[in-house]
Each structure stands twice: as C-alpha cells, then as structure tokens.
C-alpha cells in the first residue's frame, strides 16, 4: 500500500480539525462578555449558560408550530396594565438577585408537572396553574396557603396583605400557552399588584431555542 503523501496527510488533518471546529463552534455568550449566570437550584448551585455546539437544535418537545387553537392561542405581548412583560436577561438578573439572597421575588413555573420532569429553569418553583384556579377546583384555603406560605402574603381578618408579597416572575411554554397567563389573571383578581408580577412570556419555548440550560423536574 503506497504511504500517504505530505498534501494527503495536510488535507486529512485540516478535515479532522475542521469537523473538531464544527462541532466545538465559536463560543456561544449569553451576553456578549457573560458565558454563564451562577443560580442556585433546590438549594444547589447552578450555572446558566448556552449549549456551545453551533449545530444544536431545538427539542422535538418544542419543535412543533402549529398547535391547535384554542387551546394553544397566541398570547398578546401585553397581559394586563401594569404588568411587566419581560425577556430571557431580565429572567436570569432575577435568578441571580435569588441566588444573591433576595428573598423578596420569586420566579414561578407556571406548568403542568409533566412538562416540568422534561426541564425547566434553573432557580424556578413549580406551582402550576391549575393550583391557582378555582375553575379546575383550587378551593379558597389551598390558594390562601400558596399566597401566605410561597407568595409572601399576609391575611387578617379576612383581608389580604399584599405589602410583604414577592415580585413574582411567571413562565410557561411559550406564547402559545395560557398556563401562566392563567395565573397571572387569577393572580390580579386575588389583588395581588400588577407591578409585583413579571410575565416572561417566550418561556420554555424561547429558553430551549437559545439553548439555554434546564434542569429536570423542578420544585
């Protein structure tokens, strides 16, 4: 067998270092001068960043566009008068106010607790939708308790205290999901402030398409 020649051997190690390169990339920042957020998750740290291959794709999870509507509507960019509308940067300075020690805010995963075991964001507590939501059979003392022991409410003689409660930062799926929108109204018809309620409304969908990280499960 005739032994490679010099051009062979140059052209075979440019090929391998560039499959090398298409799969390492070029670094993928969450801002430019940021690689990764530190969070903390259940008590544990955890660090925030991008998937770094430059050919990573969305999940299959996410990577369907036409959901039947309804129930899968669009969500318009604007929920309620003043009630904030924010996206992944404004999500990740909260977590990382938590992380820090902030206990005043609370970012809130507003789904199901199937979709929550396939991933959600670091930091975030599962509280879903349903559980706010006389319609589904939330009764008055189990949404009371969600409101004093997780949202910082305060009850006396039957009015509620609103002075101490967490800004809390909501997401779903997406927009095209109603989960957390859901809890948003039920929250404004508690009187909970609107400018204590943030809506991250790209959610899970918009998270997976940057290739931001999750984490199983939630809680």
């Given amino acids: 067998m005739a032994k490679p020649t010099l051009i062979a051997v140059t052209l075979m190690a440019a090929s391998m270092a560039l499959s090398v390169n298409a799969i390492a990339g070029k670094p993928v920042a969450i801002v430019k001068g940021m690689m990764d957020a530190e969070v903390v998750h259940k008590g544990k740290k955890v660090k925030i960043s991008r998937n770094q291959n430059n050919k990573n794709t969305v999940k299959a999870s996410f990577a369907k566009t036409s959901r039947p509507c309804p129930p899968f509507c669009i969500q318009p960019s604007t929920l309620s008068p003043g009630v904030e509308t924010i996206g992944e940067i404004e999500v990740i300075n909260y977590l990382k106010k938590m ?9 809130v995963d507003s789904r199901t607790p199937d979709w929550v075991k396939k991933g959600t964001i670091p930091g975030a507590k599962n509280i879903p939708w349903t559980k706010l939501n006389p319609a589904k059979g939330a009764d008055p003392v189990s949404i009371m308790e969600i409101m004093e022991n997780e949202f910082g409410v305060t009850e006396s003689e039957g009015l509620l205290n609103f002075s101490k409660a967490k800004t809390l930062v909501l997401f ?3 927009m095209w999901c109603g989960q957390s929108p859901n809890n948003i109204k039920n929250l404004l018809k508690f009187g909970y402030p609107a400018h204590k ?6 959610g899970m969908q918009d998270w997976e398409i940057l290739g931001l990280s999750t984490v199983k499960g939630g809680g």
């Fill in 99 to 107: 992380a820090a020690g902030d206990s005043s805010i609370l970012v």
């Fill in 197 to 202: 309620i943030k809506w991250y409304r790209g």
């Fill in 172 to 174: 779903c799926n997406g």
